[in-house]
């Protein structure tokens, strides 16, 4: 499958994964022999459902560095396709929407509405090529299929000499921008996904674009032994009835970067609660809620 999308009225009881991007509804630009399609953000915008995902592009490349040397790869790229309802099937735009303003390529978008504004939050896949990752925010049009000005750099990965970037490794990735009470969290994670390392950040922001502070206490949430939860990561934060809540995914075992068929990422769901903040008088976000629930999704 290519975008996996399940339905629940609660917590509980998920339906089988259904297939929401089908292959012949790709994008011209992608790279229909290799896709490797991920980081999916589903939204409703100007009356229809806007689907933003990140593909391999069939003709832009860049140079990689894995342990076992360089070697050529298509560019990672940010696409978009539409839809009427939120199970698709979603149809692809052609242009993309972020590629060639990065020669190591762009993925995980996310999207702010802010009244008649949209922000497009992502990463700069930079790290793939041996050069420092970062998170940028760019406007977007009104309808969210295309961007709109220059982008604005948020954070970067070791960006601050301070000890609590050190937990960060060579990556910042997956930003989830929260409006609350009047003030802005970007949340994000961190470090390398294949282990148990990749944990889960948060800044406090002035604004939608900035700028962001790190509050020192970072990660907010990461692997526990008493839980079972293995590099925890890739969050999106959702408000349900009231409370908030955390989705993100973990291994079923520590791969510790060599990763085969025995081991799984499962998506998860935890609480997030929000407390006072006895240094500015606003709120800090915890991650909190016992073991998480797991879903029936590899």
Same mark, same amino acid.
């Given at each position: ?9 609660? &917590?509980?009881?998920?339906?089988? !994964?259904?297939?929401?991007?089908? %292959?012949?509804? +790709?994008?011209?630009?992608? $790279? ?10 589903? =939204?409703?915008?100007?009356? #229809? =459902? ?9 003709? &832009?490349?860049? @140079? ?29 735009? $052609? ?6 303003? &990065?020669?190591?390529? %762009? ?24 050069? #420092?990752? %970062? ?15 220059? !982008? ?6 070791? $960006? ?15 930003? @989830? ?9 970007? &949340?994000?994670?961190?470090? +390398? ?8 950040? =948060? ?23 008493? @839980? ?7 969050? %999106? ?24 068929? @025995? ?11 929000? #407390? ?21 999704? $590899?």
């Amino acid at each position: 499958m290519n975008v996996q999308a399940i339905r629940s009225s609660g &917590f509980t009881g998920w339906s089988a !994964p259904a297939e929401v991007l089908p %292959a012949a509804n +790709f994008p011209r630009w992608v $790279d229909v022999k290799h896709p490797q399609v991920w980081a999916p953000e589903v =939204y409703q915008i100007a009356g #229809r =459902y806007v689907l933003y995902f990140n593909a391999r592009h069939s003709v &832009f490349q860049r @140079t990689e560095t894995p342990p076992d040397g360089p070697r050529v790869m298509q560019r990672q790229c940010l696409g978009v396709a539409v839809a009427d309802t939120p199970r698709g099937p979603f149809r692809g735009i $052609d242009a993309p929407l972020v590629c060639a303003e &990065f020669a190591e390529g %762009a993925i995980d978008a996310n999207v702010l509405k802010e009244g008649d504004q949209l922000y497009l939050y992502y990463k700069q896949d930079s790290n793939c090529c041996s050069e #420092r990752s %970062a998170i940028h925010v760019q406007g977007l049009s009104s309808d969210g299929l295309a961007t709109v000005g220059s !982008p604005v750099q948020l954070l970067a990965n070791m $960006d601050s000499p301070g000890k609590q970037d050190d937990w960060e490794w060579r990556v910042v990735e997956a930003p @989830t921008m929260v409006k609350r009470a009047g003030r802005y969290f970007l &949340f994000y994670s961190g470090n +390398f996904f294949g282990n148990k390392n990749y944990s889960v950040a =948060y800044l406090k922001c002035a604004s939608p674009r900035g700028p962001c502070d790190d509050p020192g206490e970072n990660p907010i949430l990461w692997s526990h032994k008493e @839980t079972l939860l293995l590099g925890p990561g890739h969050q %999106a934060i959702l408000d349900h009835q009231g409370r908030t809540y955390a989705f993100f995914h973990g291994w079923n075992r520590d791969p510790d970067g060599r990763l085969n068929e @025995t081991f799984k990422r499962c998506m998860y769901v935890g609480r997030v609660d929000w #407390r006072h903040d006895p240094r500015d008088g606003g709120e800090m976000p915890i991650i909190v809620g016992g073991e998480p629930k797991v879903m029936p999704v $590899d």
